[in-house]
């Protein structure tokens, strides 16, 4: 089946071609950037899921909401041409024709970064001078408007002067934010740079049944998601499918009922996937998982052989891609921070192409590695610069970018440096290029100097490092580094040991033993909150001011830590049944001595998943009491070690 929305053209190249042409022709600025956006008036723009019904809009319905949307807005705030209007909200329809509505209204739009703390986003209000807000939720200091209150108008807005910049918050890892500018001239390079995919990479234009969909998960607030996932795809009038909550299995059962052909995220996703599928696999059986290592260790050997790499993939992984997203994707893409290499090398393997990308708030997207080889794609590359963006390395290895697609200018503590597109821009990220390809290494500010007074990468040496764990992270004591290793705050004792010893054994194994001042436990998380990548500077801070749980294998007593996860149980149960703890005992059935529910039951059931990283089984009856559900834990963690 042909690609749909094409109009005349016999295909996704020239329809694209044809449409750069007509954005040459235009005129500057965001005015020409929405028409020609919208001007496949039939083509499908948005999808998402109410119950059992697909509700749809074309991009002739959004057109003309946001016409009438912006007349209303413009109502309501009447504020000066230029200024800047805050956008709080989550992904949605909505979000994009707001967006446009503040363009088309003569404003800035001022995309608010919903991870930030409520500090940083008051300080990028004050920093902007914006007079305004919209809002799905949040109130701030300066005049929020929900966006549920804003009138539609019967009559669509004629505007006289559209804004003139998008306004970016960086995703910084602490309350230090910067704003980044840009304007349509900016973004014109950033769509022409798409074409350079398009043309190079054939599974980025594969369509299932007729349509290229790109799932909303990225925010739009992020360069990522604004430029790669929205601007790339919407200008050339292709469709978006909205995910209605982030849920593990909301995620897989919108991109199987939308038939999602693209998905770009984080490294925090595609990991949490990976770490899911591979304990489904696990817990069907070794044979079952001695034969998917098997499969991975062939599809590595044929790696350099595209066409028959695939083709195995499609056969022996047929089942893993049916129970992960099905067979509609064609291209993924992870960036924003490091990924483990297993994890991409998994996605590959078993018939997906991920993909590593780069860029930054300040500089747009700028590469994607576009190869068919696996061993290049597994080796984390991100490619070549893109058309309008030039690439160079330091002498001290940091990555400079210059080009005409980097932000207009930037503001940061209150202070505007206009950018000059001809000067190098230092990322701060290390690099190498290797073949005219560039991999990123890491953060040059991460870098920890060792006891033998070298420097040591965190991005590097972390993956090796991870064990049985559930992640690890290098930070500075202030004199040498610190392995901190997160664990389950119910682990056993046995298990710890374990641990520590496998720990010590791979520092070796990578010749870090002298380097790693201390391996310390904590039963706290690596990232808290909404935070999708390591914040060391954070979990640094954490652990030299002591606020971080740590955990001494040498120190714990068995009987101690078991007392610790019976009076847990029994916590969760008393909350579930809404008891007082004492009156559960270890031996209490939860049916016939406390009184409970099967929906009592079942969110128990929820809670205890989420607390261990368990399956525990949903008919009642098998699990009833706490002692029942510390030996079912115990089991469990025991076939783990």
């Not at 500075?476 to 046995?494: C, F, H, M, Q, W």
């Not at 979990?539 to 078991?562: A, C, M, N």
Request: charged share 25%; hydrophobic share 40%; aromatic share 10%.
């Amino acid at each position: 089946m042909e690609a749909l929305g094409l109009g005349h053209y016999g295909s996704i190249n020239e329809f694209v071609e044809a449409k750069l042409k007509r954005l040459d022709a235009s005129p500057e600025g965001f005015s020409s950037l929405f028409e020609l956006m919208f001007s496949e008036k039939e083509n499908l723009m948005y999808e998402k899921s109410e119950g059992y019904r697909i509700q749809k809009t074309t991009y002739g319905q959004a057109y003309d909401e946001i016409l009438r949307l912006a007349a209303g807005l413009n109502e309501l705030l009447a504020l000066p041409k230029g200024a800047a209007v805050g956008l709080s909200m989550d992904n949605s329809l909505r979000w994009i024709e707001l967006f446009w509505a503040i363009l088309i209204c003569g404003w800035r739009p001022l995309l608010m970064n919903l991870r930030l703390s409520e500090a940083a986003l008051e300080q990028a209000l004050g920093d902007c001078g914006a007079q305004a807000v919209i809002s799905d939720r949040r109130r701030y200091s300066v005049n929020t408007v929900l966006a549920d209150d804003i009138p539609v108008a019967d009559a669509p807005f004629s505007p006289d002067a559209f804004g003139e910049e998008i306004l970016v918050m960086s995703s910084g890892t602490s309350d230090h934010v910067k704003v980044c500018a840009y304007s349509a001239e900016e973004l014109r390079f950033q769509i022409h740079d798409s074409y350079g995919i398009i043309r190079e990479c054939a599974l980025v234009k594969r369509h299932c049944e007729g349509y290229i969909k790109q799932l909303c998960f990225l925010p739009f607030y992020h360069v990522f998601g604004l430029i790669a996932m929205y601007i790339w795809f919407a200008f050339f009038s292709r469709a978006f499918v909205q995910l209605n909550d982030m849920q593990p299995q909301t995620i897989v059962n919108t991109i199987k009922r939308h038939k999602v052909t693209h998905i770009f995220a984080v490294p925090l996703f595609w990991e949490t996937v990976y770490d899911q599928a591979v304990k489904t696999i696990k817990n069907r059986g070794e044979k079952t998982y001695k034969k998917f290592q098997k499969g991975l260790r062939i599809s590595r050997r044929l790696s350099g052989m595209p066409k028959l790499a695939d083709a195995f993939s499609k056969a022996a992984f047929r089942e893993v891609r049916e129970n992960l997203f099905g067979d509609s994707i064609s291209f993924l893409i992870t960036g924003g921070s490091a990924i483990r290499p297993e994890v991409i090398e998994f996605f590959n393997a078993v018939g997906y192409r991920l993909a590593d990308g780069y860029g930054m708030t300040e500089i747009g997207i700028t590469s994607v590695e576009l190869s068919d080889d696996r061993r290049v794609l597994n080796a984390c590359s991100v490619g070549r610069p893109m058309t309008y963006a030039e690439y160079r390395i330091n002498d001290k290895g940091e990555l400079l970018v210059r080009g005409k697609s980097i932000a207009k200018y930037i503001i940061e503590d209150g202070k505007k440096t206009v950018t000059d597109k001809n000067e190098w821009f230092n990322t701060h990220d290390l690099a190498e290029c290797v073949n005219g390809k560039y991999r990123i290494l890491g953060r040059s500010d991460d870098l920890i100097v060792a006891s033998n007074g070298e420097n040591l990468n965190p991005n590097l040496a972390e993956p090796a490092l991870r064990g049985g764990s559930n992640g690890v992270c290098l930070v500075s004591d202030g004199k040498t580094p610190v392995l901190l290793v997160s664990v389950n705050r119910y682990i056993t004792a046995e298990r710890l040991e374990s641990l520590d010893r496998e720990i010590k054994r791979l520092l070796g194994e990578q010749q870090l033993t002298g380097q790693v001042g201390r391996i310390v436990y904590i039963s706290d998380p690596l990232m808290t909150g909404d935070e999708f990548k390591l914040n060391r500077k954070r979990l640094g801070e954490d652990y030299r001011s002591g606020r971080l749980h740590t955990v001494d294998p040498k120190k714990r007593e068995t009987g101690g830590e078991e007392d610790e996860l019976m009076r847990h149980l029994r916590e969760v149960f008393a909350v579930a049944l809404e008891r007082r703890t004492e009156e559960v005992a270890p031996e209490s059935d939860f049916f016939a001595d406390l009184g409970g529910t099967s929906l009592d039951y079942f969110a128990m059931i929820a809670k205890l998943q989420e607390d261990f990283s368990l399956s525990f089984p949903q008919e009642a009856g098998s699990l009833n009491t706490a002692r029942q559900f510390y030996d079912y834990i115990r089991n469990a963690q025991n076939d783990t070690d």
